[in-house]
């Protein structure tokens, strides 16, 4: 099968205009079908702050209001996107930007939550693999932004890791998918203080290990209570047909490509 | 040949929901190859006041400073283009959100004016019919923000008539376009104070006679100057295999691709 790679990038690449020209430069030169999903870093909320548009967060997480939805679409559909896309056509990579309403790409619903409201937040329902598959074969990069919709005219904000877990498994059943989330740091750490404690590699079984508790009289060395939602997620995309993820520093990505960098995650 | 409209839609549409929304209930429904190109209405201005970016205006033209090709980026390729593909997805037609950066598909080039500097604004150089033909082929209704690049990296703003005008006769090789510029009034006006004094044909020997100063014993009608450069564009596009240019109220689009609406542009 071909391979694809399914790269997500993380917020703080996005605010960093040296690092993300960098980081387009390697992704331009991947010699494969690839696809990128951003999400917008700072840049929301720097705007709803200019604007007056107060930033409603419950439990850590924004909640997405009317305004906000606006102002999210703009940024991340309008913004970032396209001036991602306009960097890669100067790197010779034709590209194309997306989201998820464009040609009914990513369908998702409401958030339905016991408790909390998360407003206009989206839970990705099915992914159109067909439109994907012949933009890929037309040798177009795509580059997402993590907008959907819910087919009732309505769009919906959903969070940009998922976006690139939906549309790696999704692809699973005709590409050799690996799924890179890159970012600030150099994978998974064992100490998360220390840039050099990489996991080199992760399955299930060590997984499940290193996440039990230390007993105390342990060295407290354990996976950082932030990845486990990434892991959680990366894990459940190998079970659905993905075959690797890596997780490393966006600046490294020809070498997580490579696999001499970041963590690799397989079964097995 | 196939059919196709290129249809333009006019700012005081996209400033009014129920209008818009009717608007788009009708392209839904046209049973043919389809490709709209919007602008941004008041929006970008009003977002560009509540951001406090002053306007700047030489000879009633806005300038396209860094930070108005910012807001007009986020507001036409964002929330505009991507709430009219989600409505448009509603009404169950298939489509799919683009600017001119998007698969490379209009490259420009900064406007090089002698006198004055209109900053981030764009004159089309060319047009990438291949994709466009193949979304096309996939019964994919395109959707154009008038944004483009000039493949160093740089996004343009470019006036949405003109990328109309641009796609309708780059697409003139492979199909029987037919080019719309819906607005806000019924077509061309013989008198502009008369909303019924739609002129329903209009050739190149008559737009020659219409466009002479009445003479002093006249009625005083002729077409209000503003439509000149619209006409001057219709005309423009036929020369180019454009094989009719229709101009009327968006509210009658119906009636516009039916030719019961609107005036009509057509050779000979």
Redo the contacts between chains.
Sequence with gaps: MTNLYVIKIGGNIIDDEAKLSSFLKSFAAIDSKKILVHGGGKLATK?AE???VEQKLVDGRRITDAETL?IV???????V???I???L??FEC??????G????IILAHKRNHPVIDYGYVGDVDSVNTP?LK?LLE?N?ALVFAP?T?D?????LNTNADTIAQEIAKAMSDEFNVELIYSFEKSGVLLDVEDETSVIQKLNWENYQNLKKPSPPSGDGSKIFAGMIPKLDNAFAALKSGVSKVIIGKAENLSALIAGTSGTTIENG
């Design positions: 705007l200019k604007m007056g606006k679409t703009m940024v991340y559909a309008g913004y996107n396209k001036n896309v306009a960097q056509q100067s034709n590209a194309i930007g997306l989201s309403v464009d040609g009914d439109l012949n037309q177009l907008i919709h087919q009732g005219g309505q769009l």
